[in-house]
Nanobody, 116 residues
Framework: QVQLVESGGGLVQPGGSLRLSCVAS????????MTWYRQAPGKEREFVAR????????NFADSVKGRFTISRDNAKNTVYLQMNSLQPEDTAVYFC?????????WGQGTQVTVSS
């Protein structure tokens, strides 16, 4: 059974940082492209960042470029999202997704709230 478990969310002040983690099990992690999405209240889920299976390629939404980085540790079956210079508009539930061809899996999400 495939599971993706996100963690690391919480309440942070504007300008602060958080690092999200997503641990995968039940799949061959190194074969999967890993992507972070987020969904704010009343809005659709949106792409945040992606890292390919061997970590050779990353891309980011324009709204987070220069502030967020994505990385993965295939030995730990984990993908990370380092979020710096957080702003209130970054408030959302953050989800990770594993994708390999027709196979895709989602985590349950972790809440990030940016507020003073």
């Amino acid at each position: 059974q495939v599971q993706l478990v996100e963690s690391g969310g919480g309440l942070v002040q504007p300008g602060g940082s958080l690092r999200l983690s997503c641990v995968a099990s039940g799949l061959t992690f190194s074969l999967y492209t890993m992507t972070w999405y987020r969904q704010a209240p009343g809005k659709e889920r949106e792409f945040v960042a992606r890292v390919t299976s061997v970590g050779a390629f990353t891309n980011f939404a324009d709204s987070v470029k220069g502030r967020f980085t994505i990385s993965r540790d295939n030995a730990k079956n984990t993908v990370y999202l380092q979020m710096n210079s957080l702003q209130p508009e970054d408030t959302a539930v953050y989800f990770c997704k594993a994708l390999n061809g027709a196979n895709h899996y989602w985590g349950q999400g972790t809440q990030v709230t940016v507020s003073s």
